[in-house]
């Protein structure tokens, strides 16, 4: 819902209320429409899994290691991924959070602590925690087993050579904001709040928290 120029906006810390209203109006449509399930503040992960196995529910917004946990309830489930539309250019994929191992320079076990990260950056372990993640190695050398997502990496990944762009609130919004902005979202679902009362509370939340130490 964002172009190039609108996100710079953001960074440089000008919130376009009209704009976000634009962007959330779908959300509340789609409430007011009845497509939105009537557990979703409640449901978990492992509760969408099971219902994506049981042919209940078609898609979820979810990581990689969806597909794990839809398998263990249905071996047989066919599954795959696919890119995000947009209404500001090609589609694209998220890169969100992701397994990570470092060592402080001021760690106090800064010897046993480099010990494990020679482990882990062993080609056998590092196959490990990657398959158990369904995400990708970050080796190059080491070769990539995600399963039934496989067929569609190569499609969005390799093929059509998909931009991957961050989660936009750890980008593109203030440290803190996460509360508001689910806050807002609820309120869109449930018809407490309209898309221009939203981005209103948006703005102020925004503005409020833009500058301040993190």
């Given at each position: 819902?964002?172009?190039?120029?609108?996100?710079?906006?953001?960074?440089?810390?000008?919130?376009?209320?009209?704009?976000?209203?634009?962007?959330?109006?779908?959300?509340?449509?789609?409430?007011?429409?009845?497509?939105?399930n009537v557990?979703?503040?409640?449901?978990?992960?492992?509760?969408?899994?099971?219902?994506?196995?049981?042919?209940?529910?078609?898609?979820?917004?979810?990581?990689?290691?969806?597909?794990?946990?839809?398998?263990?309830?249905?071996?047989?489930?066919?599954?795959?991924?696919?890119?995000?539309?947009?209404?500001?250019?090609?589609?694209?994929?998220?890169?969100?959070?992701?397994?990570?191992?470092?060592?402080?320079?001021?760690?106090?076990?800064?010897?046993?602590?480099?010990?494990?990260?020679?482990?882990?950056?062993?080609?056998?372990?590092?196959?490990?925690?990657?398959?158990t993640?369904?995400?990708?190695p970050?080796?190059?050398?080491?070769?990539?087993?995600?399963?039934?997502?496989?067929t569609s990496?190569?499609?969005?990944?390799?093929?059509?050579?998909?931009?991957?762009?961050?989660?936009?609130?750890?980008?593109?919004?203030?440290?803190?904001?996460?509360?508001?902005?689910?806050s807002?979202t609820?309120?869109?679902?449930?018809?407490?709040?309209?898309?221009?009362?939203?981005?209103?509370?948006?703005?102020?939340?925004?503005?409020?928290?833009?500058?301040?130490?993190?």
């Amino acid at each position: 819902m964002y172009n190039d120029d609108q996100l710079q906006e953001l960074s440089d810390g000008t919130f376009d209320t009209d704009q976000w209203a634009k962007a959330v109006t779908p959300v509340y449509d789609w409430a007011r429409a009845g497509y939105m399930n009537v557990d979703y503040t409640s449901a978990t992960s492992d509760d969408v899994a099971k219902l994506i196995a049981s042919d209940q529910c078609a898609f979820g917004f979810q990581p990689n290691s969806l597909a794990q946990s839809v398998e263990v309830y249905n071996p047989d489930a066919k599954l795959g991924f696919m890119a995000y539309p947009s209404e500001t250019g090609d589609r694209y994929l998220i890169s969100a959070e992701d397994y990570a191992i470092g060592v402080s320079n001021a760690s106090e076990h800064k010897d046993e602590a480099l010990k494990l990260l020679d482990f882990m950056a062993e080609p056998d372990n590092m196959k490990k925690l990657s398959d158990t993640t369904s995400n990708p190695p970050a080796f190059d050398d080491v070769e990539m087993n995600i399963g039934q997502l496989s067929t569609s990496y190569d499609y969005w990944v390799t093929q059509e050579q998909t931009r991957t762009v961050p989660v936009f609130d750890r980008v593109y919004l203030p440290n803190g904001m996460w509360d508001t902005l689910t806050s807002t979202t609820d309120a869109l679902i449930t018809g407490q709040s309209a898309p221009a009362d939203a981005a209103q509370q948006m703005k102020t939340s925004f503005d409020s928290l833009y500058g301040q130490a993190s």
